[in-house]
């Protein structure tokens, strides 16, 4: 049987090259970047989706929330089992560490990122954060947590303390809890933990992590953490802390009621605290740099990409991280409706740094909160510092629950954090 040949008319080739054209049209506007993230950094995420779209109107942003715990939960099985991962992904600073070296997440150092070539532009020690020990960059700072001593205005003066004497040293903080006890009632501070939380991320040395150094050797029985752990025994003995713990529902009670005096945490809860925490307080809080003339990080959050995500959107994954961290206008639209301090040290000059705070009394906090970033030293991580927190955190409270000597309890932290470095 003889093949033939149809031949087209015009019109049907035009049709033909309509609908084909038609297509891809859809299928570009059809595409979709996936971001996973958790609150407060969700709203965030999709308040820049109209900037994103002025870049990219064919490609839509789809945000998955969950909670802090939840989300990293799901980025941890997602990561290990390489099921629904999303094309970008939000981490606390904790959790940093612990994917760093798990090889699940791509390279940022490498080559189509490069992220090195915008190093300067943020924080020193937020880059060093996402940075393993082989020089691997893992993810890029989108907001930082300088670390402040937020106190009670109206309890300290019932109790005829000064800021000054506040903070002037850890044994006069303590000190002054004493007394503000016996003036008003009030706690110095929600849990002792929360000293020790503190006083462990000041003083690190250069190349030192948190728990462990560069070659992963530990570091939990050195002098910063037998004198986090006395402190947070002297503030136990002395029952100036209220026993409860962060996120609880006593713990911001303890701030509406005026019952817990001080709060050393990340600039971002004064936020926390105006917006949902305790805002009937408005007006009640100041900021005060840490004590001891101390300057420490307390959380942050980064974007990542895992390597395991769809191949096709890494380039514009890449961009969106670009543009949540390197856009000054998107920094600042975080700053000023979240209270998200920007890692972005071009955002440092604008006006917003230097108005009065209403919660805070009118105070122009985010001042000191600025030369604290400029002032906190980089701290290597570890793919074990959560597991190190938890050991310690079990430790700490053997010591303040049982009475166990200290330097016992830092040498069974040391034996077992140990054991764990060497996997």
Do not use: C
């Amino acid at each position: 049987m003889r093949k033939t040949t149809q031949r087209r008319s015009p019109a049907r080739s035009w049709s033909v090259l309509a609908l084909t054209m038609l297509l891809l049209t859809n299928a570009n506007a059809q595409q979709t970047l996936t971001i996973a993230a958790f609150p407060a950094v969700d709203e965030i995420v999709r308040s820049a989706i109209p900037q994103w779209k002025r870049i990219h109107p064919t490609v839509d942003i789809k945000v998955v929330s969950r909670q802090f715990a939840d989300h990293h939960t799901a980025m941890t099985t997602a990561l290990s089992t390489s099921f629904y991962l999303p094309d970008v992904m939000a981490l606390e600073v904790g959790y940093v560490g612990r994917f760093a070296q798990g090889g699940g997440l791509e390279d940022l150092s490498k080559p189509p990122y490069n992220i090195a070539q915008f190093q300067s532009r943020w924080v020193p020690y937020a880059y060093q954060q996402a940075t393993s020990r082989k020089g691997t960059v893992v993810a890029a700072p989108t907001d930082i947590g300088p670390g402040t001593l937020l106190y009670r205005a109206d309890v300290l003066a019932k109790a005829g303390i000064s800021e000054a004497e506040l903070t002037q040293s850890w044994d006069s903080y303590v000190a002054t809890g004493a007394r503000i006890k016996s003036a008003t009632g009030s706690y110095l501070m929600a849990h002792a933990r929360d000293m020790k939380d503190i006083v462990i991320r000041t003083g690190i040395q250069p190349g030192e992590g948190l728990y462990f150094d560069s070659q992963s050797r530990v570091l939990v029985t050195s002098p910063r953490f037998v004198r986090a752990f006395e402190l947070a025994r002297k503030v136990r003995q002395q029952k100036l802390d209220a026993r409860v713990s962060a996120w609880s529902n006593e713990w911001s009670e303890g701030f509406k009621r005026g019952t817990i005096a001080t709060q050393m945490t990340g600039a971002w809860l004064a936020g926390h605290l105006n917006n949902w925490l305790a805002p009937n307080t408005k007006g009640q809080w100041r900021a005060a740099q840490l004590p001891e003339g101390a300057f420490a990080a307390y959380g942050g959050t980064f974007f990542a990409i895992a390597r395991g995500a769809p191949a096709a959107h890494k380039g514009l994954a890449w961009e969106f991280i670009q543009m949540m961290t390197l856009n000054r206008e998107v920094q600042l639209a975080a700053f000023k409706a979240q209270d998200a301090f920007p890692s972005l040290q071009e955002t440092y000059n604008d006006p917003f740094f230097d108005l009065p705070i209403e919660f805070l009394g009118g105070q122009k906090a985010r001042v000191g909160w600025r030369s604290a970033a400029s002032r906190i030293a980089a701290v290597s991580v570890h793919k074990q510092d959560a597991f190190a927190d938890e050991v310690i955190n079990t430790e700490l409270d053997k010591v303040l629950d049982r009475g166990k000597d200290i330097t016992e309890a830092l040498a069974d932290a040391q034996r077992l954090l140990q054991r764990r470095a060497l996997r």
